[in-house]
């Protein structure tokens, strides 16, 4: 197995000449933690940048924490995304941020493959899912994101999670996939059992998800005897070298597209939204030149926002097939090894004053999206999405606020992604 980490030594007597030893570690998975892990990722950071972790599942992993090791760890082969290279006990979930895909027999998508399935499947899905099938995208998301507003614009008060942050993205990629308008809310409300059930009964979290994978075959099905414009019929029409996808595949591949994107963009619109109205000069910074006209903050911003608060803490489980060694650490065959993003973003050997949100921030190569062959097939999406959102809301509502003090807001507490449950807003009401 692994290195075990070396037992901490009682603390050094000044008197006798020892080096002082580090500050103690704040704990993990805590509720404070939730709320603020970035002290506790400073500390791994700087003394044990690759650390031997027992999550609160009980399960064992190396915690990669500096950025130089976590863009290596990324792109390094010798790490699979398939768990057949770890055996896992039962009760160990959440893999990739989506609950219950082994019981609905999901698997075989591409967060959880090696190439060259992974190389294929990636190929074919790049054939459908185009830059450009997203641009044109861009008045519906904008139309969208208008009648979610409109929809609590003359309240005065809003939850921007329930009522803004959680709708849009299973809106949006309801509609890129081709599900019809009147499926819609059906798929809103199984998505919504699995991520706000996360922590309860497992069952009701594997009949969402059967449900939703149940519909996907149907819908599917239907569109290979008809098909359209939509990213589904693209999926079923995409080819390489005469290959396409089996029908298995497209409907793992549009559950993975629907769940990949879901949670990790209400975050991008959430976290990004509760950042900018706590750093009230940067949000009047980016007001202003949105009011001016100009879209280039904005774009900085988003990412800025992603590398300093991002939707995903840590990349998804990747496991060593042979004895490596990472960041000086030996890991052994089998190891699982989990790269915390949110630590490798703020690391101040890569960003200058990492702790410090710069919406104009232009060396900013985070890794919010990942990195190698994994990165993120949605960043396209998500990218419109986050700046639709946060133009049309500061634009529309200019003198949002927050309704609650911030350090009553609550964080979800899942090992994967980062995001806050509830983010109760005020303002003028429109109209
Ligand atoms: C702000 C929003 C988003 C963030 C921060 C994000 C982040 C990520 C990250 C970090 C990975 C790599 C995970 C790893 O290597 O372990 C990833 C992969 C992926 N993302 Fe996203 N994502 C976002 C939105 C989306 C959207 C909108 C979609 C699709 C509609 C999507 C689809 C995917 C897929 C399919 C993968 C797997 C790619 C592969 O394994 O080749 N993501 N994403």
């Known amino acids: 197995m692994h290195d075990q980490p070396a037992t901490p030594a009682a603390p050094a007597c000044p008197h006798a000449g020892g080096a002082p030893l580090p500050p103690p570690m704040p704990e993990l998975f805590t509720w404070e933690f939730a709320s603020d892990p970035y002290p506790a990722y400073a500390w791994m950071r700087e003394h044990e940048p690759v650390r031997w972790t027992e999550l609160p599942s009980g399960v064992g992993a190396w915690l990669v924490t500096r950025y130089g090791d ?87 008060e809003a939850d921007l999670i329930h009522d803004f942050a959680f709708p849009l993205p299973i809106y949006a990629i309801c509609d890129l996939l081709g599900v019809p308008p009147e499926d819609q809310d059906d798929l809103r409300d199984w998505a919504g ?43 079923i029409r995409a080819s390489d070298h005469g290959e396409h996808l089996t029908e298995e595949e497209v409907v793992a591949m549009c559950f993975v597209l629907l769940f990949a994107g879901f949670e990790t963009t209400i975050n991008l619109i959430g976290n990004g939204t509760f950042q900018l109205l706590t750093h009230p000069g940067e949000r009047q910074r980016l007001q202003d030149s949105l009011a001016a006209g100009e879209t280039g903050l904005l774009a900085t911003g988003v990412e800025e926002l992603l590398r300093y608060d991002g939707p995903v803490e840590l990349a998804t489980w990747r496991y060593a097939t042979e004895p490596l060694v990472l960041g000086g650490q030996r890991v052994a065959a089998g190891d699982p090894v989990l790269v915390v993003l949110a630590a490798a973003d703020r690391d101040p050997e890569r960003f200058g004053a990492p702790d410090v949100l710069d919406l104009s921030r232009r060396d900013n190569q985070h890794l919010g999206y990942g990195h190698g062959i994994h990165y993120c097939v949605g960043a396209p999406l998500a990218r419109l999405e986050g700046q639709t959102a946060l133009a049309r809301l500061l634009t529309r509502l200019p003198d949002l606020r927050l309704a609650a003090d911030p350090s009553e807001l609550r964080w979800r507490g899942g090992l994967i992604m980062r995001g806050l449950r509830t983010l109760p807003v005020e303002f003028t009401p429109e109209g």
């Open 70 to 156: 976590a863009r290596e760890a990324l792109a390094d082969q010798r790490l699979s995304k398939n768990p057949v290279h770890h055996d896992e006990p039962e009760h160990a979930r959440g893999r990739t941020g989506i609950p219950g895909e082994r019981s609905a027999g999901l698997m075989t998508h591409l967060l959880n493959i090696d190439p060259p399935d992974h190389t294929r499947l990636r190929r074919l899905v790049s054939k459908a899912f185009t830059p450009r099938r997203v641009a044109e995208f861009e008045p519906r998301v904008r139309e969208l994101t208008d009648r979610l507003i409109d929809g609590f614009a003359a309240k005065g």
């Open 193 to 235: 059992m699995m991520i706000r059930h996360g922590k309860g009964p497992r069952g009701g979290v594997a009949r969402s998800v059967k449900k939703i994978r149940g519909y996907l075959a149907e819908l599917i099905h239907r569109k290979r005897l008809d098909d359209g414009d939509d990213l589904i019929s693209g999926l």
